[in-house]
């Protein structure tokens, strides 16, 4: 039986910067932002670009709007996809961000064991190499940003950290 998270502390409202205003505009920006540092880290991997699925994308949306209006922080129940999430408050957010936090996770990984850790989750997803194709969402309330992304086929699974989870590249 697993526990239900604690929701969010409400922190001071502060308004949003020009970047997180919740329009059409900056939200396809963003978007495009996070998608574009997502095949840059992988590219660093020697992983395959990913391509953006459209489904994935209306899926990823949904599940950011959800914990928007939600105001928690919690992975889907029973995914079908991978999935990484970030949570910002209180400042103007650039697409690159949350997967500069997920890339940043590579610290936490062991590339000899090569095995799932939580510490390493949302890193070894963003450059799972068998992973194709992915799609994003963010939501916005107030001075927080969501973002969520799906990826498929799904990675993180046991016994493919090996071939999935390539060490960088030499510069």
């Known amino acids: 039986m697993s526990k239900k998270p604690a929701p969010i502390p409400k922190t001071q409202p502060r308004a949003p910067g020009p970047r ?37 994308n209306k899926i990823a949306q949904e599940w950011a709007n959800h914990l928007r209006d939600k105001n928690v922080m919690e992975h889907r129940p029973n995914p079908k996809y991978g999935e990484n999430i970030f949570l910002s408050g209180g400042m103007d957010v650039s697409g690159d961000l ?3 936090m997920w890339y940043r996770e590579i610290n936490a990984y062991n590339f000899d ?29 107030a001075d927080r940003t969501w973002v969520v992304c799906n990826y498929n086929p799904p990675g993180n699974v046991v016994g493919q950290f090996r071939d999935n989870v390539p060490k960088k590249l030499k510069d």
């Open 20 to 56: 997180g205003q919740d329009t059409k505009a900056n939200n396809d920006l963003f978007l495009k932002e996070v998608f574009n540092a997502t095949n840059k880290c992988r590219g660093l991997h020697g992983c395959p670009a990913l391509t953006i699925n459209n489904d994935l």
């Open 98 to 100: 949350p997967v500069d």
């Open 113 to 141: 064991k090569a095995e799932f850790t939580p510490t390493s989750g949302h890193f070894t997803q963003l450059i799972w190499k068998a992973s194709k194709e992915m799609g994003s969402g963010v939501a916005r309330k």
